[in-house]
């Protein structure tokens, strides 16, 4: 049985759709990332799955339940962090780690086991009793993640966890990510920030207007582009004609500069090596450094993008 | 890793239990809230006052009125003022996703009301008894008259506030729309023996009538209608409240309302 299974999941507001026939399939244990621009259906999905939201056509199983028929019991085995930090600021960090408890039914002497083990996990032990109004961004968004763990999910659904963070916050959050997947919990996450999703994911689906276009690997993904692939080359001082030279080889598909550096695209890096290698000897150019670069994920979801924009 | 199911226990108790967290809940986060202390306190202490100074009302006519209005607007704001808040702060959905059935949530906040409505009906009732030297015929039906009031009136709050909006100037405005009219044909400020078979008739569909007249018993020892018919009239109104709020909340969960106007907006900002 997998973690989470869609089908055909279809969800209109009255004429829009928000939705459109989502298939896929959530292993255990996978950090599984929903990744699309603004607006594409990633929030209305997560919702679907959280039982917030109704779907208009389809069904979803969270940890074996159908979210329609058996909400209550689908709802005991997940953690949901919204993209809003919805904690009760005029509660204590701990009033609220401790409130959420109890809407779980947990006892007592759970909850302030938990809570404990929570605060020092999220390392809020020394905010434990400010009100949550006097919190920054990223503690509260630490709290919410708190909040969703209270009753040890098997599921965590995160909707953009990092949106708004700093770069401190943003790598702690990823990193407390990380160690729960690790420890077995299942990861649903939406972003549109291509960069986690590559850092985070074991999968992917690219969602683009209300429809999945892809579901792969973020690595498989970016095979898929060999027109991406490229080599950055940067000089002391570039040699006379080098624009000339990069434009005529007929190794090369575009260029572009960078700063300081030429991005050079080639459906074949070996062989541009090879004559750049030529091209140094004959100018005596001095090279600061070469690397031969993969094509992005960023560049698979601008491509996807792009096509799904061009069919419609 | 603990599993959900080790964690947590999975009874009706536990439902009765996680309804009295989100009353808690509500306690400590809105009863002092400005909202609920103009709409719910001052409001009815002032506008009684200004229909009764000067007109040298017995005191088992005075303290009863000013105590099922006190009920009236106290429980019926809080939830009022409660459930759009946590709309627009997200909050309200971490209680619809926690694994509770929607009456556990709907019966918390229904008794954060009632009891914010039963603590505040006590101070004019002390105030009798202190200062005016009332006393009281029968201390269990004030007891029944405060608790039952108190909930229907709470309950009353809460089906209002299933109207779909995060603002909650719109339920309060909505909810004085109906709370103001009903003052006046409730016994409050004109005594049901004058209001004639129209006023009757209108005094018979509001809730506060049968508070009051009850009140008016368990003080004086008279009423209208006579107790058994006042337990019977707000019992009536406390299920249909609760059975109408529980079918408009949950109408108003299906139908997105909220959820599609968020798209939409996020859709015009995208394009």
Sequence with gaps: MDAIEAEGLTKYFGELLAVDHVNFRVKKGEIFGFLGPNGAGKTTTIRMLTTLTRPTEGTARVAGYDVQNEPLRAKQHFGVV?????????????????????????????????????????????????????????????????MALVNSPEILFLDEPSSGLDVTSTRLMRDTIRQL????MTVFLTTHNIEEANLLCDRVAI????????????????MTLDASRSVEIAFKKDPPGLQGWLKGS????????????????TS?????????????GREKANLLSINTLGPSLEDVFVSLVTNAGKGG | MDTASSAIRIRPVRYLAAAWAVARKDMRIYYLRPGNLMFGVLFPVFLFFSFAVGRDLPVEILIPGLTAMAMF??????????????????????????????ISILLGQTLSGFIFGALFASVPIALGMAWFGMSVASSPVLVLAIALSSFTFSALG????????????????????????????????????DVGDVGLVLAAISPLTYSNDLLRWAVGGTSYFGPAIDVLGIVLFAIVFLALALLLHERARKSDRMAGKRKRAKEAASA
């Design chain 1, 82 to 146: 919204p993209e809003v930090s919805n904690v009760y600021d005029e509660l204590s960090v701990w009033n609220n780690l401790m409130f959420a408890g109890e809407i779980y039914g947990m006892s007592k002497t759970d909850r302030r086991l938990r809570s404990d083990e929570l605060l020092s996990l999220l390392a809020l032990g020394e905010h434990r009793d400010k009100k949550a109004r006097h919190l920054s961004k990223g503690l509260k968004r630490k709290l919410v993640l708190g």
């Design chain 1, 268 to 280: 074949n890096p070996s062989e541009f090596l090879d004559s750049l290698v030529d091209y140094l």
């Design chain 1, 181 to 184: 997947a690790q420890r077995g």
């Design chain 1, 250 to 265: 007929n190794r090369v598909n575009a260029v572009r500069k960078d700063g300081d550096k030429w991005k050079v695209f």
């Design chain 2, 158 to 193: 809460i089906m209002f506030a299933a109207l779909p909006t995060e603002n909650p100037g719109d339920i309060m405005m909505l909810l004085n729309f109906v709370r103001l009219p009903l003052l006046f044909v409730s016994g409050i400020f004109i005594s049901l023996d």
């Design chain 1, 207 to 222: 969602i683009v207007k209300a429809r999945i276009v892809a579901i792969d690997s973020p690595e498989n993904l970016k």
């Design chain 2, 73 to 102: 607007f106290g429980s019926s704001s809080t939830g009022a003022m409660a459930i759009p808040t946590e709309r627009k702060t997200k909050t309200y959905e971490r209680l619809l996703v926690a694994p509770i059935p929607p």
